[in-house]
């Protein structure tokens, strides 16, 4: 993956952040796409460098056409054509009732979450014009894409939306060797579960639903993301890849 550039969103911090660095342990070229904490991108460049990649960053707002354009145009002026984008990207969910939630909350998780993940992995296609050949698109969702709570409505549906778009990309983009995926992670020790990070009691109370017994960490998701985007993965495309320690299978349990 040496020859390869990749892009990633939300690069700054957590999930996105760890797959830049993993990324950039195999050599590749890593656009370190951020919205608006240059410090945090400069720490996750650095970190690429020293893992053995060449780093670029650059601000982006995921859910505006224009900077998405821009930002792309970024890239491909010094590398050319991204070969892997990873939508790491995205807000938590907020927690409000959907009889509570105002329109300004639901647009603007839906404008982040599922719409920047559109124009984004939209302008990647689009860079690369119609000529066939290996490329990856890693959306990063969630469990909560079909295993719902209450308060999530806004982050839910985003998900849930996240998966029909790659299942269709995945049949679009196919016969031109774009493989798409989704990976679902479940609790991640990242920025935003920063209370789990914090309190080791309340850490405590979420870890005990998971079989696993402990909370996940963003550089396991960066190591499947890793794996998503090389060859030995080349015939998987469409999948929706759970990471989450076996939390999802608790769901129904208990009543």
């Not at 790491?88 to 982040?112: E, H, K, Y």
């Amino acid at each position: 993956m040496a020859s390869q550039t990749v892009i990633v969103t939300g690069a700054e911090s957590g999930i996105g952040a760890a797959c830049a660095e993993a990324f950039g342990a195999t050599g590749a070229r890593v656009a370190v796409l951020f919205h608006s904490d240059q410090v945090a991108a400069d720490v996750t460049a650095g970190a690429v460098r020293q893992a053995g990649g060449e780093a670029m960053t650059v601000q982006v707002a995921v859910d505006d056409e224009g900077s998405v354009d821009q930002a792309f145009g970024t890239v491909e002026a010094q590398w050319g054509p991204a070969d892997v984008l990873v939508n790491s990207a995205g807000l938590n969910m907020s927690g409000v009732t959907v009889r509570d939630m105002t329109l300004a909350q639901w647009q603007r998780l839906i404008d982040t979450d599922l719409t920047g993940a559109f124009l984004t992995s939209r302008r990647f296609l689009t860079g690369r014009g119609k000529a066939k050949g290996d490329a990856t698109i890693l959306q990063i969702s969630s469990i909560h894409a079909y295993a719902m709570r209450a308060g999530g409505a806004d982050y839910c549906a985003a998900k849930g939306g996240l998966t029909n778009l790659v299942d269709t990309l995945a049949i679009e983009e196919a016969r031109r060797g774009i493989r798409v995926n989704a990976i679902e992670p479940g609790m991640i020790l990242t920025p935003m579960n920063a209370k789990a990070q914090t309190d080791p009691a309340y850490r405590a109370s979420l870890e005990k639903n998971i079989p696993i017994g402990r909370a996940g960490k963003a550089s396991e998701v960066a190591d499947l993301a890793v794996f998503l985007a090389s060859d030995k993965a080349r015939y998987i495309t469409g999948a929706r890849i759970v990471i989450d320690g076996g939390l999802s299978l608790m769901q129904a349990l208990g009543a």
